[in-house]
């Protein structure tokens, strides 16, 4: 019923910036916490960053001051922001929204999921 589809990863040396989108389609009632989490290859997967409706945001440790996280609530869309990439962010990135939608437009109510991304692969060369 709802599906997140992320976009802007890619290639970039050290130093280099990245974009990352992510939109959710639906039925859309409203969106509490949007996310991003990464994946490096035989590591577990982390919290990047994460933005809540009422404007709390939380960025991991070694993160802060370079990644930002934003959000556009009328595009249900969520962006990072990267930049000074480093090799040891090489990974892939995926986002997650908790989502209030409906299964039709007539819907009497809205119905709850956490929805995630398929991921987008960010590779840093050093």
């Known amino acids: 019923q709802v599906q997140l589809v992320e976009s802007g990863g890619g290639l970039v040396q050290t130093g280099g910036s990245l974009r990352l989108s992510c939109v959710a389609s639906?039925?859309?009632?409203?969106?509490?916490?949007m996310a991003w989490y990464r994946q490096a290859p035989g590591k577990q997967r982390e919290l990047v960053a994460s933005?809540?409706?009422?404007?709390?945001?939380n960025y991991a440790h070694s993160v802060k001051g370079r990644f930002t996280i934003s959000r556009d609530d009328a595009k249900n869309t969520v962006y990072l922001q990267m930049v000074n990439l480093e090799p040891e962010d090489t990974a892939v990135y995926l986002c997650t929204m908790g989502v209030y939608y409906k299964t039709t437009y007539d819907a009497p109510r809205s119905d709850y999921l956490e929805v995630w991304g398929q991921g987008t692969l960010v590779t840093v060369s050093s």
């Open positions: 933005s809540t409706r009422a404007g709390s945001v």
């Open positions: 639906g039925i859309i009632a409203s969106i509490n916490r």
